[in-house]
């Protein structure tokens, strides 16, 4: 019987890859057969994930990447043809507009808009010839308002919009593009956060958190990975310019 979700001898690129979500979805990526090159700006943290998937038995390189810089992202996907790009890497900022800087809007901006631009342009070129899939991360802010979360939302909603473009500009080019909206994750990044903004009562605030989701706990990083798993695959080749949400029921269940 064929293996599904079979993704061997496919290069695949994750921007982002060294933490969190974007290290799922390499792992995943990596484990059903691709080889996986792990874009990260902290480039030690991208080298512990390449690390961990080769001494799997799978295939990963690590590569620094400032995904803001032009140069960078040239450089990092190198001018070979990819089979999956997945623009992951992003940062978060909390605000609402009155108390967000023009400085803020244009950090915010330069990483998670302007970033997955230059990977989109950069990606797109490198697959024209012989098509590929694309997986950009959005989050439940692209769709429902959440509380002081100005200018994330705002480049959330670009990556949405984004994606909807790429897939119908390039239907002739066999190349598919999809996003996902995940909900609250749980991440090293939210165990950094409750140990900095609340000690001593991060795990009371991890269950208030947990329970902002209707299903009453945050997503897995490997349920993330395994969702951009099934769209990169060749099961999902009916799927181009849609958004799945894997929230918790969050925009459904929360309105």
Known sequence: MNKIFDLSGKRAIVTGGGSGIGRAIAIALANNGAKVSILDLDESKAQEVALEITNAGGEA?????????????????????????????????????????????????NINVKGAYLCLREGVNLMKAK???I???SSIAAH?????RFAYSMSKG?????????????????????????ARVHTPFVDGFLAKNYPGNEKEMFQA??????IGRM??????????????????????GTDFPIDGGFITLNN
Do not use: W
Not at 144 to 148: F, P, T
Not at 158 to 181: E, G, K, P, Q
């Open 209 to 214: 958190l947990s329970n902002t989701q209707p």
């Open 158 to 182: 670009a990556i949405h919009a984004m994606t909807l473009s790429v897939a119908r500009d390039f239907l002739a080019n066999n190349i598919r593009c999809n996003s996902i909206s995940p």
């Open 131 to 133: 098509g590929g899939t």
């Open 61 to 109: 390189i690590a590569v620094k990447c400032d995904v803001s810089d032009e140069q960078s992202v040239k450089q990092a996907l190198d001018g070979r043809p990819i089979d999956i790009l997945i623009n992951n890497a992003g940062i978060a900022h909390i605000g609402n507009v009155s108390n967000t800087s023009p400085e803020d809007m244009d950090r915010i901006y």
């Open 219 to 240: 997503g897995k990083p490997a349920e993330i990975g395994a969702l951009v798993l099934y769209l990169c695959s060749d099961e999902a080749s009916f799927i181009t």
């Open 135 to 137: 997986v950009n991360v």
């Open 144 to 148: 429902v308002g959440i509380s002081d």
